[in-house]
């Protein structure tokens, strides 16, 4: 697989000039087009890059939820700005298990699961192969293709890293059978990095039946699951049902290591909120399990910051206040798969051709298009439209007023010879 790191000159340490050797990096590929889209002064631009939401008047949105709550927090008069622990947030911590594993899981009454706050979802991947690198550093299988910042993260942990074979380009859906054939001959004791559900880029996600194969194949490989969830809600629309595979694979006895995101799902981006839990197999372990996941978390950021996870922390731990984030994530990710239905209505519409039944059989955030990279450049160039040049979509951004345009777009990038 491709290698990620930078080809660099050699520090001369004679030189006066201590850094004239550094190359210049290439620029992220998500964050780079937001600065294009940015920079475009076209009023017919659409921005399907960034997988952040947007109201259908292209606006960025703040939960209601988090508004009130967060207002509580600044107001409160009893919480001042002393360190949180290393491990961050205690109430935080246990809402984020409940949520994960569910209410009544024995996992968490038998003290098996560590938890920490972390930053973000990225932050937990971070601290979690951190982790994976000091205690138990196999080899990381991850899917092809993945979020491109899963392999800067592993390869900056040390971590070796390869590929199984995710997405089937023929039927646009997932190849069940590549990915056990593959994760059959891994190493023992390697480590799988899973999607939770909707899979970023490509929008395909394991059936159940499916997420027992892969159980089977980690069970008697003895792979370490390692599950990713950045996006719970927005595969089903249903927080529980989102989760079936880290609940699945808990009940199965799996000891493994779950990121977990509150970023899409509260809309929480930059105050950086989200979990690291290492599932253990009994209460001792898992005390010296955090003991040194403390030591990482000490030597990266020392302590997470508190005000997020403070507003996170009370929709997790109140009824009322849960029952309302679940009300309004359910309006935010309804928006996104209407916006599925409409664009595939007007590709139809227009009879642009190809198959466009993926968009609508794909979920969450992303639709993985089939587009070519050329084809993408094109759309960006001539029809203002940003995307990914793999042709992944974040269906954020488009809405009832851009639909048609994008449709137009996609149909000319298409025909053209
Ligand atoms: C698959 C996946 N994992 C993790 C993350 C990390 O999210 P954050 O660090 O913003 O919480 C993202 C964000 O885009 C993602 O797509």
């Not at 950021?301 to 009824?319: F, H, Q, V, Y």
């Not at 029952?323 to 239905?341: D, P, Y």
Request: charged content about 20%; some cysteine.
């Amino acid at each position: 697989m491709q290698k990620l790191q930078l080809l660099q000159n050699q520090f001369n340490p004679t030189s006066d000039d201590i850094f004239f050797h550094i190359v210049q990096a290439p620029p992220d590929p998500i964050f780079g087009i937001a600065n294009a889209y940015k920079a475009d002064t076209s009023n017919t631009k659409i921005d399907l890059g960034v997988g952040a939401y947007r109201t259908d008047e292209e606006k960025p949105y703040v939960f209601e939820i988090i508004k009130k709550l967060e207002r509580e927090v600044v107001n409160d008069p009893t919480l001042n700005k002393e360190y949180l622990p290393i491990e961050g947030l205690a109430d935080f911590n246990k809402g984020c298990q409940k949520l994960m594993f569910g209410q009544n899981s024995p996992l968490i009454a038998s003290g098996q699961i560590v938890t920490a706050q972390c930053l973000g979802g990225t932050g937990a991947l971070r601290v979690g192969f951190e982790f994976v690198k000091r205690h138990i550093p196999g080899d990381v299988y991850v899917s092809k293709p993945t979020w491109s910042n899963h392999n800067q993260v592993i390869e900056r942990a040390g971590l070796n890293q390869f590929e199984y074979p995710y997405f089937d380009p023929k039927t646009k859906g997932f190849n069940c059978a590549g990915t056990i054939e593959c994760l059959s001959q891994a190493r023992m004791g390697s480590i799988v990095l899973l999607h939770v559900c909707a899979h970023n880029p490509t929008g395909v996600d394991p059936t159940e039946a499916e997420w027992l194969q892969i159980a089977d194949v980690c069970k008697k490989r003895r792979l370490v699951p390692f599950f990713d969830c950045a996006y719970q809600g927005f595969a089903s629309g249903c927080i529980e049902k989102d989760v079936f595979a880290v609940r699945k694979f808990a009940e199965l006895g799996f000891q493994m290591i779950v990121a977990q995101s509150f970023s899409k799902n509260m809309g929480l981006y930059n105050e950086r909120v989200g979990a690291v839990h290492i599932v253990t197999s009994n209460k001792d372990i898992s005390a010296r399990v955090l003991s040194n996941l403390k030591i990482v978390i000490r030597t990266i950021c020392s302590n997470p910051p508190a005000i997020g996870a403070r507003i996170a922390a009370k929709i997790l731990t109140d009824e009322k206040n849960f029952n309302a984030w679940v009300e309004e994530l359910k309006t935010v990710t309804g928006r996104i798969i209407k916006m599925r239905t409409l664009l595939k209505q007007e590709l139809d519409n227009l009879k642009v051709p190809g198959n466009w039944d993926h968009i609508t059989r794909q979920t969450g955030f992303f639709t993985f298009t089939g587009l070519t990279p050329e084809q993408c450049d094109l759309l960006t160039k001539q029809y203002h439209v940003y995307l990914l040049r793999s042709g992944r979509m974040s269906m954020a951004g488009i809405t009832s007023k851009n639909v048609r345009y994008l449709a137009e777009s996609i149909k000319a990038v298409v025909q053209k010879k």
